[in-house]
């Protein structure tokens, strides 16, 4: 059985009117996503794969049209492909066919002839997109995997919820566990999230991707107590032996329980798992919507 790969697609023409809202309206009347890279192919004889290669090859380059090739050799009927707008709006979209060629004029005006057909999906809300999603908008590149196997597994549990039917199998992971189906990103949210509720302020500004040793630094509402997080998931563990030296309260969360570094600095607070899963449980309306339906997914198994 094949494997549904996920990827992301910008939506970013470079040739034809150059007109980004066009392109992306064109993608949703059309039901397609794709990229430029034109040959001048406007017959209307279907073009196969190796006839565009040879042909757009002698115009680019090997190295021009390797997104083109990336879409022909990678995106499969069955895969699905994350876009965004130009608003910042989130789509999800089913791949149905495999990489065609079109120069019909709204192609050519919207810069999308090489293309794959899809069905798409709006995403109805920002928190339903997953961090690792969202960072894999970064890089400028037209189409790039999502390597993240849970925010892979996310996107098939959160196009079943689109598409209404169990279109996926989301295979659970080893443990049938919350923070099993987490990324770190959400996982971090959620320790955000709970240190508020005991009246820590994060301040936004020390959330930055650069910060090594911690997440965000904490300010207490009452106390004004400084403090910083740390958070790991999966295998990654936590060396707490650096932390001795900080002044601030370090509170630290691995959900397996991955510390090293000896014994525990009295500056530091671990975060216990099963409290921080109650929390989620009976917090549901205040999490970010990709954790609550990670939550009914876990309910729905259980019963």
């Not at 936004?204 to 090594?212: F, G, Q, V, Y």
Request: some cysteine; aromatic content about 10%.
């Amino acid at each position: 059985m094949q494997k549904t790969k996920v990827f992301r697609m910008h939506i970013r023409p470079r040739g034809g009117l150059k007109n980004q809202p066009l392109s992306f309206a064109f993608c949703l009347r059309e039901s397609v996503l794709g990229m430029g890279w034109p040959i001048g192919h406007a017959g209307k004889r279907s073009l196969s794969w190796n006839e565009y290669e040879a042909a757009g090859i002698k115009q680019y380059g090997s190295t021009g049209i390797s997104r083109v090739r990336f879409l022909q050799n990678n995106v499969r009927p069955g895969h699905l492909i994350w876009t965004r707008d130009t608003n910042g709006k989130y789509y999800l979209a089913r791949v149905m066919s495999g990489w065609e060629y079109s120069e019909r004029a709204d192609n050519r005006n919207a810069d999308i002839v090489n293309f794959v057909r899809c069905d798409i999906k709006p995403v109805p809300g920002v928190d339903q997109v997953p961090g690792k999603v969202i960072a894999c908008f970064r890089p400028s590149r037209t189409i790039q995997s999502v390597r993240h196997p849970a925010a892979a597994n996310y996107s098939r549990l959160l196009w079943n919820q689109l598409a209404g039917e169990e279109v996926y199998t989301v295979s659970p992971p080893q443990r049938e566990d919350l923070f099993s189906y987490l990324d770190d990103e959400a996982t971090e949210d959620l320790v955000f999230l709970f240190l508020q509720r005991k009246g820590w302020l994060v301040l936004p500004l020390s959330r930055k991707a650069d910060t090594m040793a911690y997440e965000y630094i904490l300010i207490h509402q009452s106390t004004y107590d400084r403090a910083i997080v740390q958070v790991k998931t999966g295998t990654a563990t936590i060396n707490v032996a650096p932390f001795a030296d900080y002044e601030e309260i370090v509170f630290v969360f691995q959900p397996n329980q991955r510390f090293c570094g000896g014994t525990m600095p009295q500056n530091v607070v671990t975060i216990d798992s099963q409290e921080l899963r109650e929390f989620a449980v009976n917090n549901r309306e205040l999490l970010p919507r990709s954790v609550m339906l990670w939550l009914d997914k876990l309910q729905e198994e259980r019963q």
